[in-house]
């Protein structure tokens, strides 16, 4: 079983920024990927970022150039630092973490509203 805890949600505006933190616990080594979703109100839950045990990353369309994922998987935590945030980021953010054995685990997660 792998925990993940997400911390780093708020109100901004447009415009500005937040940094997302998701801890994980448990049993780390089995952990492949690590991304970031998010869902909106009456929206489906969607990928926003991704990064692999090996350090590469994806993004979806919508944030490229402006969301950055980063950490170590094999260090516990990763992070989605967000930049110029628009009022349609506005959404839950949840942490995901994906096993070799296809096993898919997530955090409680976090709101993120951003102000026009």
Known sequence: QVQLVESGGGLVQAGGS????????????????MGWYRQAAGKQRELVALITRTGRTDYADPVKGRFTVSGDIA????????????PEDTAIYYCNAG??????????????????
């Open 18 to 33: 937040l940094k997302l933190s998701c801890a994980a616990s448990g049993n780390i080594f089995s952990i492949i990927a």
């Open 75 to 86: 260090k516990n935590t990763v992070y989605l630092q967000m930049n110029s945030l628009k």
């Open 99 to 116: 096993s070799w054995n296809n096993n898919n685990y997530w955090g409680q997660g976090t709101q993120v509203t951003v102000s026009s």
